[in-house]
């Protein structure tokens, strides 16, 4: 299932032309972030970084002084946020990491005119396996991709949403503090 | 009702079908259970059947629970297709949650600690703990296979379970197995696996719409929703799925139906939280009533007394309360600075007495009262549990009426002297000390609603009865949807065993029922 070119779980930004970044982060902090993957239908080979080409020419999503995001990746963005205080993690939407990454509308959705939603199996064409994610968290206590109670077998989306904020399934029951990406 | 004489089958009988398209949820009940009685058990509920079905199997099982998986492994053991729908993206419904305790008399865990115990003991406990309103056919049957159903579980499933037997409130012996990872989701899990083994998947998102009662009022299939999401009730695409045999009802209960457990017992409103998964609603009980089933002591939904309002659900701070506050402290009502209850008494008397007061209780135990707890420093960490350096610092904390809580010390201290507690006869460990060493520990305790004993009727062999007081051919149902089997009060541990005694029973019991054509 894997799919060449792509390495799952350490995305390799293949588009990488370094630049810069605080943009998710800002459009999050000042609470102008709209899903955007539809507006990029009618562009979907918009680049990650171009703000304005889903958001509108006269959108300022990033802070003022913010550097220059367009053509840009997430490796970039991590250059300079990094760590607990400035790390994009949590708050940067799923949309706008995977378009960060060179992963595209039409890359998850066969129709982007009418985007159905995915199943967690086309998810693991990147991510390669629930196995997979179980281990890159094992070293968190409790591991949320094996827990006692479903094991590594819950769907991706019961936490992990890309156009909306993601959530925290088990604080259904628990109040875990952990960050879901 | 006229328009149930045009309906489009023309036969005379009684179709619901426009009924049901006008009226919902509990109107509907209401008006059937009304109609169900006056007009008999063949064409109450009855509805017009499809003319295409979009898939068929013999079982089909609603719920993926102890007692749906239970079911399914034993119908299709015994050679039938199956099916297995749940309405949440998840499997296992309150099951994988659960602590995990499953009670058997005579087991031989019991007998390797040289503990005396039968069936028959375990139905006296359960009669005595249900106030006597058990169906005492069904809580028999409970206790007579409660052993060879642990055995089960360990044989056939591969659950593993910790080396000692736990004792727990209102059991005569220790009988309680435990599993090792303290969660239901040890047996769940491993059922999971055994239902795959058989070529078996629990098709999640699949929510029961409605039943297929034919005219000779056999269920005949039922109505889905696929693709559902919780609570949406017009999510998802309507199926129509067609039981050769027979339909098993394991939906569960639905202590976290507000709407519902209020008309059941107006007390238990939102303010009252619940330890159960958000799933656990009434709408299958709905359709089974609905389709013409009697409902059973529908009002005794049991609340833990232990829960505490300063955390989600089960949590963590019941474990304060059933290790340090209640067996070796004691409880008080902060108005009055006194205690108001026997703090091991059954959950039911806790729970009310608690409510009664109309405000949180507070749970109190000194250093040497939190000797056994486990967690402690997790629960006061996050603020669950409260440190004091003296019994001031916690009356003010808790607004709690400071002479009224010295003149409690005191008194408690001296009946434990004694060894009687004048008030309230609460019996005293054996290892139990004077409340006196600082530092001291609270909590506030307020009711959540755990568990609802009520539910539907069935008889030995898990058919579902009806308002005519006959089986309702074609339908079964097993767990906590069912009612009587613990009357009045459930004791700890003993649902488990119940949703798999009777989930085996259905599945076995469906599979023998003869084909429709
Ligand atoms: C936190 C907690 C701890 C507990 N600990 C213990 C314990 O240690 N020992 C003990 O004996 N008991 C315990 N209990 C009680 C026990 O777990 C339950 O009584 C038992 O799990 C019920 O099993 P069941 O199969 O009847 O229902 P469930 O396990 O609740 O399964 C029912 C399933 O049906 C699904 N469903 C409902 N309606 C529909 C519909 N319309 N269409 C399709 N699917 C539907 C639900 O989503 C659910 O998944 C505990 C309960 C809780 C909540």
Redesign the interface.
Known sequence: MDEPGRNPLNFQYKHAALRLTFVFAGLILSGVFVGCCFAADKNPSVQGGNCQGCHGAQAQVLPAGHVETKGQNMDFCGQCHQGPESSLKGKLPLSHSHFLSGIHCAECHEKIASPEPLRTKQCFSCHISAAEVAKRTAGQNPNPHNS????P???CD?CHHVHRQSENFC?????YTFTVP | MTQDKENQSGKKGLSRRDFMKTTGGMAAVAGLSGGGLLLGAKSAGAVEMPKKWDEEFDVVIIGSGFAGLAAAIEAKKAGSSVVILEKM??P?GNS??NGGLIAGAGTPLQDKEGIKDSADTMYQDMLKAGLGINHPELARIVCEKSAETIMWTVEDLGVVYKERVTHLGGHAVPRSYYTT?S?G??IV?PMLDRARSLGLDVRTAMYLERFFKDEDGRIKGVKIRSGYVFPRADSGKAKLIKARKAVVLATGGFGFDVPFRTIQDPRLTAEIDCTN??GATADGLIQALQTGATPVQLSWIQLGPWASPD????GIGYIFAISAAFPYGFMVDPKTGQRFVDELADRKTRADAILKTGHFAIGIADEKGVKRTAMLDKMVE?GIVKKFPNLEALAAEYDINEPGLRETVEKYNAYLKKGKDDEFGRPFQSDAKPVENPPYYAMRLWPKVHHTMGGIQIDKESRVISMARQPIKGLYAAGEVCGGVHGAVRLGSNATVECLVFGRIAGKSAANQDVWT
Do not use: T
Request: net charge neutral; with cysteine; aromatic share 4%.
């Open positions: 006692i109670h479903y094991g077998d819950l769907d019961l604080n259904q029951c628990h109040e | 993206r998840v296992g994988i949650i990872n969660s989701a040890g899990r998964q958000p955390e989600k659900g089960m996050r």
